[in-house]
Nanobody
Framework: QVQLVESGGGLVQAGGSLRLSCAASGRTFSSYTMGWFRQAPGKEREFVGGISWNGGSTDYRDSVKGRFTISRDNTKKTVYLQMNNLKPEDSAVYLC???????????????????WGQGTQVTVSS
């Protein structure tokens, strides 16, 4: 069983930065592919970015490339999402996800992940 707890959300002005953290339980965290998703009110959940089990590969949705960076510290069982130059359209609940299902690629769909956190709210004011 894997438990994920996100933190670091909040209210920020456009152009500002936030760093989200996702702390995981589970003895084999270092083997999980990790992802970040977001969901705004009335919209579908969407992939933000993901990182491979060893941190060697990352992938991002086009709208956040160059602004968001995913990293992980397997010794702390934590994955991070550094968000810079935030825009109002980045406002959403951000969810951390872990995958024990895939290892050779970074999943971009919700069904690629089998464990989810509760989410943390990010609000960007204009």
């Amino acid at each position: 069983q894997v438990q994920l707890v996100e933190s670091g959300g909040g209210l920020v002005q456009a152009g500002g930065s936030l760093r989200l953290s996702c702390a995981a339980s589970g003895r084999t965290f270092s083997s999980y592919t990790m992802g970040w998703f977001r969901q705004a009110p009335g919209k579908e959940r969407e992939f933000v970015g993901g990182i491979s089990w060893n941190g060697g590969s990352t992938d991002y949705r086009d709208s956040v490339k160059g602004r968001f960076t995913i990293s992980r510290d397997n010794t702390k069982k934590t994955v991070y999402l550094q968000m810079n130059n935030l825009k109002p359209e980045d406002s959403a609940v951000y969810l951390c996800a872990a995958s024990t299902l895939i290892r050779l690629r970074i999943g971009v769909a919700g069904h690629d992940y089998d464990y989810w956190g509760q989410g943390t709210q990010v609000t960007v004011s204009s």
